[in-house]
């Protein structure tokens, strides 16, 4: 059974941080690439952020550059999302998905397999 579970997230002030996990399990997490998606109230799935399955890249969206950084750990099967100088607008429901290729993608509609999703919520 496939199953991504992410956690960490939680309430944090304006410029905190937040390191958000994402466990894999039932999947050949090595042969995938990882991607954090996120969807703010009232808002559309929005993609922030892609790691190649061989840790390649990072991407990310113009709109956590340099505040979010992406890694991950193949030895656990572990998605990670550190987060910095948290925003307002960061507010939202956080999710990990994978998919397996050899590009990046950031429709969230490509993605094989999704998390349940961690609410984090920076009050303004």
């Known amino acids: 059974q496939v199953r991504l579970v992410e956690s960490g997230g939680g309430l944090v002030q304006p410029g905190g941080s937040l390191r958000l996990s994402c466990a894999a399990s039932g999947f050949t997490y090595s042969d995938f690439w990882m991607y954090w998606v996120r969807q703010a109230p009232g808002k559309g799935l929005e993609w922030i952020s892609t790691?190649?399955?061989?840790?390649?890249?990072?991407y990310y969206a113009d709109s956590v550059k340099g505040r979010f950084t992406i890694s991950r750990d193949n030895s656990k099967n572990t998605l990670y999302l550190e987060m910095n100088s948290l925003k307002p607008e960061d507010t939202a429901i956080y999710y990990c998905?994978?998919?397996?290729?050899?590009?990046?993608?950031?429709?969230?509609?490509?993605?094989?397999?999704w998390g349940q999703g961690t609410q984090v919520t920076v009050p303004s």
């Open positions: 790691i190649s399955k061989d840790d390649g890249g990072p």
């Open positions: 998905a994978a998919r397996i290729g050899t590009d990046v993608r950031t429709a969230p509609g490509q993605y094989q397999f």
